[in-house]
């Protein structure tokens, strides 16, 4: 690398990290935090390339937005947190990024070692000593790929570059890396940096034999279906999950976490046609997908063959992951897809009364042969989450990118969405809630020419700390519109309640404890405290004008808040 005018190791982090192609960091400061911010100011007056600060007021939104950055560029961004409890604060977005396997580096303060009074960078405050804990890396050792502590300068160069290798290498993942301010303070290493041959793997084929078994599988069975989540995370993995399904007439469905097929793809199935394949199919294939059907509502026959791709298809960190596989194949899926396509494709594909049979048979086990139009719904009335889909479907372009994090509403936001083009689908790809709000910048700033848009219920638009999200989208310059799907509650505790007491207390009463706002907050007094644009909607009739407001709003350089409310 070439030498840089770098005079502290808190400076020589800071150009190291661009050099490896960060390009922001995201910062929660603190007493901790001081080297970094003067070697900020130090080298922005040096001319010393470095990546874009932006300030965050909470930890949770700030992970949230370099995951966000990640799903959309593949690219693994900083994020920077006070001690342990800055750690802390990333709450839930830890377990996000284990189950996305999104790659994230996370640089975490650690209190001073020195003591002495003339100690540099020693301790100096009170919680010096309180924030001293025994195992600071324990609180995300198990959702993080990787920890590790940098105790002196001379290693920076190898301990940066290793945590940007192993975020983004493999099956990518959180790095975290603790540093004292004592050692940031310490002057950069004499020798010489480098910041290259951090060789990241090529991504794993399919080996030939399992390849040739499997394709052969797909071009021989009568009713196969593809089953995916977020296969289509990569663009280029979804058009050669679109060739695959039109060249073998297979059905492709599954929750979609991304856009996996584009709507108008006669193979597309939607999440609630998924189950009525998934039991009558003898044949399938699961794709880059942790969850391929629920037992309690669906398996497939016992006669049918089940196949599996994923980097890791014994899914180790989930220890009861016990789905009957047939054939487990380790590969990166957007690799096996494409190497799939072109062997289905060299075997001529499937026979022509195959095909039709397939498409039939579809058809048929999804109700779609029934020719049953759904019947418009009246002009007026309370809004449902399939009315505010139509009415995104109006008012969106297809570049323009949704951020789904709608819980109980997922299914009917993310598989009625009609979607043309890969990449314009975002998901938090785990159970931590909160995700969309600081996600929805993060996905601004890579796309900084498209609208973004998060659609969320009511629960997880305050899980997502909207305040800091909001400003947070102010410091950074990334608008984003939020849809709240406002049910006055928490309708996803509420469901396994009457669903595992039909007859219980509860459901008599029509009321379950815990899962009702009795004094709901103001969403739109919120959203304009915030500098935001904010509005309520009470009839689908207001939503097609609401949502082109809140997306000029946006134009504008205005994030904007719509509050929908929905039935109970």
Aim: charged residues 20%.
């Amino acid at each position: 690398m070439k030498t840089a005018n770098v005079a502290t190791c808190a400076e020589e982090i800071l150009h190291l990290l661009h050099e490896h192609g960060v390009e922001y960091l995201f910062l929660n400061p603190g007493t901790d935090s001081a080297p970094l911010q003067e070697a900020v100011a130090a080298l922005q007056a040096r001319g010393v390339a470095i990546p874009r600060v932006v300030t965050c007021s909470f930890e949770s939104v700030a992970l949230a937005a370099a995951h966000g950055y990640w799903q959309l560029t593949r690219r693994p961004q900083a994020v920077f947190v006070h001690v342990d409890v800055g750690t802390q604060n990333l709450g839930a977005m830890v377990h996000d990024v284990l189950r996305d396997g999104a790659g994230v580096v996370v640089l975490a303060g650690k209190t001073p070692y020195g003591t002495a009074a003339d100690a540099v960078g020693g301790r100096s405050n009170e919680i010096h000593w309180r924030q001293d804990v025994a195992d600071q890396a324990g609180i995300v050792r198990g959702y993080a790929k990787w920890t590790s502590e940098l105790t002196r300068s001379a290693d920076t160069s190898v301990v940066v570059g290793r945590a940007l290798q192993v975020a983004a290498g493999g099956r990518p993942g959180m790095a975290y890396l603790m540093v004292s301010r004592d050692v940031l303070m310490e002057p950069a290493s004499p020798l010489s940096r480098r910041a290259t041959r951090f060789a990241r793997p090529s991504p794993p084929a399919v080996e030939p034999a399992a390849l040739s078994r499997l394709a052969e599988l797909l071009v021989t069975a009568q009713r196969p279906v593809i089953v995916t989540s977020r296969l289509g995370r990569s663009p280029a993995a979804a058009r050669s999950l679109a060739e695959l399904a039109a060249a073998a007439s297979v059905p492709v469905g599954g929750r979609p976490e991304a856009v996996n097929l584009v709507t108008a793809h006669p193979m597309r199935v939607a999440p609630s046609e998924t189950d009525a394949l998934v039991a009558e199919a003898d044949l399938v294939v699961c794709l880059d997908c942790d969850v391929p059907w629920i037992p309690r509502a669906v398996t497939p026959p016992p006669d049918a063959t089940v196949a599996q791709i994923e980097l890791d298809p014994v899914h180790a960190d989930m220890p009861l992951w016990a789905f009957p596989v047939d054939l487990a194949i380790t590969a990166d899926p957007a690799v096996a897809v494409a190497q799939l396509a072109r062997a289905v494709r060299e075997r001529g594909g499937v026979p022509a009364d195959l095909s039709r049979a397939r498409r039939a048979w579809m058809a048929s086990a999804t109700g779609r042969s029934d020719g049953v139009t759904p019947a418009p719904r009246p002009a007026r009335g309370v809004p449902e989450a399939a009315d505010v889909v139509a009415a995104l479907d109006q008012v969106l372009r297809p570049a323009d990118v949704v951020v789904e994090e709608a819980v109980t509403n997922s299914a009917a936001v993310a598989g009625g969405l009609s979607r043309a083009e890969p990449g314009t689908l975002c998901t938090p790809g785990g159970p931590g809630l909160g995700w969309a709000l600081g996600a929805s910048v993060g996905v601004k700033l890579a796309r900084p020419a498209d609208r973004v848009v998060a659609v969320v219920g009511d629960g997880a638009f305050m899980f997502g700390v909207p305040t800091a999200a909001l400003c947070l989208a102010a410091e950074a310059g990334a608008p984003f519109v939020t849809i709240v799907l406002n049910n006055d509650g928490y309708r996803a505790s509420r469901l396994p309640v009457t669903d595992l007491y039909p007859d219980g207390a509860a459901a008599a009463s029509a009321e379950v404890p815990g899962t009702r706002f009795r004094r709901p907050p103001d969403f739109v007094a919120l959203a304009e405290a915030c500098g935001a644009h904010g509005e309520r909607v009470t009839d689908r009739s207001q939503l097609v004008a609401a949502l082109t407001r809140a997306l000029d709003a946006t134009d504008a350089g205005r994030c904007a808040v719509v509050d929908v409310v929905t039935p109970r």
